[in-house]
């Protein structure tokens, strides 16, 4: 994988993907590793008032990007910030090094949501979401081609390789701008 220039002593990641493809599992095991600060956006919002009106048809709060855009904008300029979200498309390009997109079959991830407690509609956009590969396309869309990688989340080896890519990545980043 490409190094991007060192702007930042420490990198900062972004996570993303359909909910339940892993994010916070994984960002969970890299902060752990890295002892870099993991910031999932849906707490984070809450927490810092970024939320506005409640979306009926989803059932979750709508979050106020603009505002959350302001509240990270500090801890994201000092790197080492890893950021978990099921979109990615309202952030700063200039905040990320590196962007990994997490995908899960279909039939898994029908299972993991159900087990969640999604159901009917909110269950089949997600799915759908997955399907369409939505998300992946959404951060081809807002980053660099070549910071952006697909990664596969279906078992935990997917997981433990994913952990192992990325603290592999990070400790070059880390080498590259010592
Ligand atoms: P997200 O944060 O993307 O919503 P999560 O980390 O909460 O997802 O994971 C959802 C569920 O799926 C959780 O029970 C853990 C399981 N899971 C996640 N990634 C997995 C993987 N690669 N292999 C097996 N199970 C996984």
Known sequence: ?????????????????????????????????????????????????????????YKCPVLNEDRL?????????????????HGCDFF?????????????????????????GYSGKKLEDNIQCEIFQTILEEAKESYAQEIVHELQ???PEDMESNVERICSWVDLFLQNNE
């Open 153 to 155: 989340s279906n078992t």
């Open 92 to 116: 700063p390009e200039r905040w990320f090094d590196i962007v990994f997109v997490l995908r899960t079959d279909n039939t898994q991830l029908f299972d993991r949501l159900r087990q969640r």
């Open 69 to 85: 855009i302001d509240e990270l904008e500090e801890t994201m300029s000092g790197g080492g910030v890893i950021v978990d979200y």
């Open 1 to 57: 994988m490409e190094m991007p220039s060192g702007k930042r002593s420490k990198p900062n990641i972004m996570v993303t993907g359909t909910p339940g493809v892993g994010k916070s599992s994984l960002c969970e095991q890299i902060s752990e590793i890295t002892g870099f600060e993991w910031i999932q956006i849906g707490n984070f919002a809450k927490e810092n008032d970024c939320l506005d009106e409640f979306d009926e048809e």
